[in-house]
Nanobody, 125 residues
C-alpha cells in the first residue's frame, strides 16, 4: 500500500523560499497524478499544483501560478513543490496526495485518494 511522506516545511521570513518534498513508498499505478494541497488554520483544504508523473504535465491553481513550481523525479518516486517569495498567507499545512488512476490532472482534492501527513509551513517576520 502506498505511503506518502512530506518534508521540507519550516518557519521562514516573508520573501524566502522553500522546497517541499513528497516521497512515495510506491505508486499505485503508472497512470497516476500527484498533487500538492494546503490548509490554513480555519480554512478548507485547497489545491496548489498537480503533476501527471508519466508525462510531467502540470496544472496549477490560479493563486499558485506565479510563485509555485511542481516537479517530479520518477526514479525516486518523489514530487517537489518549490515556493518562492513566501508570504504570510502561505502559512499552513502542506499535503501531497496521489490520484490513481488519474483521468484528469487536477488540483481538486476530492479526486485524490491517498494522502500524506503533511508538513507545516509558517511564514512570519
Amino acid at each position: 500500500q502506498i505511503q506518502l511522506m512530506e518534508s521540507g516545511g519550516g518557519s521562514v521570513q516573508p520573501g524566502g523560499s522553500l522546497r517541499l518534498s513528497c516521497v512515495a513508498s510506491t505508486y499505485t499505478s503508472s497512470d497516476n497524478c500527484m498533487g500538492w494541497f494546503r490548509q490554513a488554520p480555519g480554512k478548507e483544504r485547497e489545491g496548489v499544483a498537480a503533476i501527471r508523473t508519466s508525462t510531467g504535465y502540470r496544472v496549477y491553481a490560479d493563486s499558485a501560478r506565479r510563485r509555485f513550481t511542481i516537479s517530479r523525479e520518477n526514479e525516486e518516486k518523489t514530487v517537489y513543490l518549490q515556493i518562492r517569495d513566501l508570504r504570510p498567507e502561505d502559512t499552513g499545512m502542506y499535503f501531497c496526495a496521489e490520484a490513481a488512476p488519474c483521468a484528469v490532472t487536477t488540483v481538486i482534492p476530492d479526486q485524490y485518494t491517498t494522502w500524506g501527513q503533511g508538513t507545516q509551513v509558517t511564514v512570519s517576520s
